[in-house]
């Protein structure tokens, strides 16, 4: 008895053809016949009942195919183990822009510490292709800002990882005005124009819908600024206002953050980790979905108040 002999057994108890069973296991047909044959022939019984129409397990076949079955599984798991043995495990990870990499090397860096074999490999995209990949199951977490109220996976696991508070920039023009000012209200910046960045990051979207709960119109700026970076430029010039999350705010940068409040709260940007295990086990992904965490990130401005943690469940 050997394993390949198993496998003819298996394939043909589920093809219930000599044909398709060979095809399926890339031999000739005369070849797993004789194969059977020999095994039957081991055993001291037939396994099949074989007519010029059909193949069929004989009752001795039926009591036996069960631990076939059990057999072929254990030698698959077991040569499974071998080629992990040494390999890291490649975990696909989307990031939205306005994470960045450093707060995701904080995120998984429990995750890593765990298990020395583990390899996050980052894609960086617009939260848009990233849910597609995500429906696609090309990746296996997404981290980046999200609107809960309006966006959804299904069979998706979320859970917010951090938050950091969103501060005002404000044009060149009016900087005088806000000079001494240790906080702002959405309302009394409502009129300015803001330049916003491309919604590929989720921040314009967080932004709006601030605006949108303070029952106040968002005046965007009619172009579009490419980065962080430009936005804050583009205020020096005067073309309008920004908001910002904190650790987007340049170490260059010399003109005032303001924190913004939003109903006597500090407004905040939520990160999210949005998961499932479409490329990698199961046990797995839950097992790094569990040391998801983000105490502190690299925040560049000096007068930028601490970011404050959160690991609330979001499902």
């Not at 005032?256 to 939520?270: M, N, S, T, V, Y």
């Amino acid at each position: 008895m050997n394993l390949q002999q198993l496998r003819y057994v298996r394939a043909l108890a589920e093809e219930g053809s000599f044909v398709a069973a060979a095809s399926r296991c890339a031999v000739t047909q005369p070849t797993l016949s004789n194969g059977i044959a020999q095994l039957e022939a081991d055993l001291g019984h037939r396994i099949f009942r074989r007519t010029t129409r059909s193949v069929a397990l004989t009752a001795y076949g039926e009591r036996i195919l069960p631990a076939v079955l059990d057999a072929l599984k254990a030698f698959e798991r077991v040569r499974d183990l071998a080629k992990q043995t040494g390999k890291a495990q490649h975990v696909s990870v989307g990031l939205s822009p306005c994470v960045g990499i450093r707060m995701a090397e904080v995120a998984f860096e429990p995750a890593k510490a765990q298990r020395a074999d583990l390899e996050i490999v980052y894609r960086e995209s617009n939260l848009a292709e990233l849910c597609d990949l995500m429906r696609r199951s090309q990746i296996d977490i997404i981290l980046s800002p999200l609107d809960t109220r309006s966006q959804a996976l299904p069979d998706c696991m979320v859970q917010r990882i951090y938050s950091e508070p969103l501060l005002f920039i404000p044009r060149k023009e009016v900087r005088e005005k806000w000079a001494h000012a240790s906080h702002v209200t959405v309302r009394e910046i409502a009129e300015e124009q803001f330049v916003l960045v491309p919604n590929a990051c989720g921040l314009a979207q967080v932004t709006k819908r601030l605006f949108d709960d303070n029952c106040c119109t968002l005046n965007r700026y009619l172009g579009e600024a490419s980065s962080y970076s430009v936005v804050e430029e583009w205020s020096d010039m005067g073309l309008g206002s920004g908001i910002l999350p904190a650790s987007k705010i340049s170490m260059s940068s010399r003109h005032p953050a303001i924190p913004i409040l939003d109903d006597g709260q500090p407004a905040k940007i939520d990160y999210f980790a949005v998961g499932k295990p479409n490329t990698i086990p199961t046990a797995l992904f839950n097992e790094i979905w569990e040391t998801l965490q983000v105490e502190t990130v690299p925040t560049s401005h000096k007068h930028v108040p601490a970011p404050v943690s959160a690991f609330d469940w979001c499902l």
